[in-house]
């Protein structure tokens, strides 16, 4: 994944902060805008996680600081509801010049409540996601009922949320009741993907069914249980953030059939390894990979290790290479199966090696044939089995050279 730092500014001139999260070639089949929650930051785990998990899918995701929010400029103080929406729409506007329109508006707890409204004033929404938003702006002040009294008579409050105090004053309560969030719904023009855990203490799920009963089709719930409102494990907001790629394809079909012709910037390979653990991002011919290791090697079993997409490279030449050349004889072979098993083994139990001292690599290949072939057909696949070309690399002389980059010490 590649993270760009950006900067843009609202109706009011105030610059907003924002992080760009992109596939390692730059070229994303869809655009994504991503509103936090209220209070939080741009930098949220959760937003990271489901961004992390969007650009797998290749959906590049602008997430950002409201207005006096983590890197943003301007007062919290003299934000409102209306605020937010106007500094998504400002978000969009700068997306649509930069880049592409946003055709995914995905908003996290109040954040998602405003991406609803604003869905009609970005005019290259497709697809609208809402995580444990409430269904009324209002829930709000249910949540902080007490500050509001003092609202009401001295004009203003102080609230600590999430361990840091907050000025909030009379007319971010009397906004917050002005909009018709039913309305807004019922008006989409674009599908809704309502996510929501039933386990959530904040916002209860209750909202998530009055938000999925105003909407019109096509619309899909999906549960998260067992998370929490602020999506507090990796797990989770990773699941979340697969579920939303996997779902909103169905939506974004014109964007998919341009897949094929993509200009890949950077056609190598390209691997980035975090510094937890092994689990490891991969980048190959415009497609997002994952490798890890094993629990017992000091992984999390995430994905394939390093020698299992090896021996998935051999069985993919070998059944590639057995199929192509059945297919050049006009050959009835309907399926090439390979199974494979890689091992070191001592040099001395292996009879056909020169070198008996120290360990060997040793991959065992069981090919099977499906299909009305010949013995003589069979036999002769077997042996162009020995020809592909991955096979030809393992047994040749091979030379790796490294480099180090310049300016590698710094941050991507």
């Not at 843009?8 to 105030?14: L, P």
């Not at 590639?320 to 004889?329: E, I, L, N, S």
Request: charged share 25%.
């Amino acid at each position: 994944m590649k993270q760009r730092k950006v900067t843009f500014t609202n109706t009011a001139g105030i610059e907003l902060a924002g992080l760009l999260d992109l596939p390692e070639d730059e070229q994303p089949l869809a655009w994504a805008l991503f509103a936090h929650c209220f209070t939080c930051s741009k930098n949220i785990k959760a937003a990271a996680s489901i961004s992390l998990a969007l650009v797998r899918q290749r959906i590049a995701v602008l997430r950002f600081d409201f207005t006096g929010i983590g890197d943003s400029g301007g007062d919290f103080s003299a934000t409102t509801f209306s605020s937010e929406i106007e500094d998504l729409v400002a978000a969009a506007d700068y997306m649509a010049r930069e880049y592409q329109g946003p055709q995914i508006l995905i908003g996290h707890s109040l954040g998602g409540t405003a991406v609803l409204q604003a869905a009609g004033r970005i005019p290259s929404t497709a697809a609208v996601v809402t995580i444990g938003a409430p269904f009324d702006p209002a829930h709000l002040t249910r949540q902080i009922g007490d500050v509001q009294q003092e609202v009401e008579k001295n004009g203003e409050a102080q609230v600590e949320l999430g361990g840091r105090p907050y000025t909030l004053k009379k007319a971010f309560f009397d906004d917050l009741g002005q909009h018709a969030t039913g309305q807004s719904i019922a008006g989409l023009k674009a599908a809704l993907l309502v996510l929501h855990s039933p386990r959530d203490l904040i916002v209860g799920i209750d909202n998530a069914a009055k938000i999925y009963q105003a909407a019109r089709h096509p619309k899909s719930f999906i549960t998260l249980d067992p998370a929490d409102h602020l999506l507090s494990h990796k797990e989770d907001a990773r699941y979340a953030g697969e579920m939303i790629g996997a779902w909103v394809r169905r939506y974004l079909d014109t964007a998919l059939e341009s897949e094929s012709h993509l200009e890949i910037i950077d056609n190598r390979v390209t691997v980035r390894t975090g510094p937890e653990g092994f689990f490891t991002d991969l980048f190959v011919n415009g497609h997002a990979l994952v490798a890890d290791e094993p629990i017992s090697y000091g992984g999390t079993n995430r994905g394939p290790s390093p020698y299992d997409y090896l021996l998935a490279s051999l069985g993919a030449c070998t059944s590639m290479t057995v199929q192509m050349y059945a297919r050049h004889k006009g050959w009835p072979l309907q399926d090439a199966l390979v199974r494979l098993r890689h091992a070191k083994i001592h040099a001395e139990d292996c009879e056909h090696c020169e070198n008996k001292t120290g360990k060997i690599d040793r991959f065992e290949r069981e090919l099977e044939l499906i299909g009305e072939l010949s013995d003589e057909q069979r036999q002769k696949l077997l042996e162009i089995a020995e020809k592909c070309p991955v096979h030809r690399t393992l047994h040749a002389n091979v030379v790796v050279e490294t480099v180090l980059r310049k300016g590698s010490s710094g941050s991507p």
